[in-house]
């Protein structure tokens, strides 16, 4: 009988902190939703006043940023980089049955870059090229030998420079200038 108490009682404690969790749930939901988004004005010498959707500080960065208008104008200016590299020596079980040199074998890594001019220069992360001996981009169904223009480990950045002109540059902006839109 005691048993059976105890099974009771604990199912009843589990449906109150499952009530009282939901509630307050579906409270911070409903707080967190009326204060997402207020609506500011904010002047711009350049066209008078500009009216600006900003998040107030209880929401997330994240929260409602659509970034497919940004990724549909940036994507042509985006390219596919191999880093070819010597890894040094394999060696096979005939190899090391029967005393065999073993042969060269070489290491691809990848990664991407972005077309930074329209005259072929290209800015990458430097752990990308870091250790290639051959660099080869791929953009629109082409391969291209690079050039290692410079690197800057401290900030992990590379500049490459490929043989190609009239390439969609990416387009530069300032985060000062930046403004979240509605839709």
């Not at 204060?35 to 929260?63: F, G, R, W």
């Not at 596919?80 to 005393?99: A, H, T, W």
């Not at 500049?159 to 990416?170: D, H, M, Q, S, Y």
């Amino acid at each position: 009988m005691n048993s059976l108490k105890t099974v009771v009682i604990a199912f009843v404690a589990g449906l109150a902190g499952a009530f009282v969790f939901f509630k307050f749930q579906e409270h911070k939901s409903n707080t967190s939703q009326s204060e997402k988004i207020s609506l500011a004005t904010d002047y711009n010498p350049s066209s008078n006043y500009q009216t600006v959707l900003a998040p107030t500080a209880s929401s997330s960065p994240a929260d409602n940023v659509d970034f497919s208008h940004a990724a549909a104008r940036t994507t042509p200016s985006v390219v596919y980089i191999n880093s070819i590299s010597q890894s040094g020596v394999s060696y096979s079980y005939f190899d090391l049955l029967f005393g065999g040199a073993g042969q060269q074998t070489q290491q691809v890594s990848s990664g991407s870059g972005v077309i930074f001019s329209s005259d072929g220069y290209i800015v990458t992360n430097n752990h990308v090229v870091e250790s290639a001996e051959k660099i080869q981009v791929l953009y629109n169904k082409k391969s291209y030998e690079a050039e290692l223009i410079g690197t800057d480990p401290s900030t992990d950045l590379a500049v490459l420079k490929i043989k190609e002109t009239n390439l969609p540059a990416i387009t530069l902006g300032s985060s000062k200038n930046l403004l979240l839109e509605n839709g």
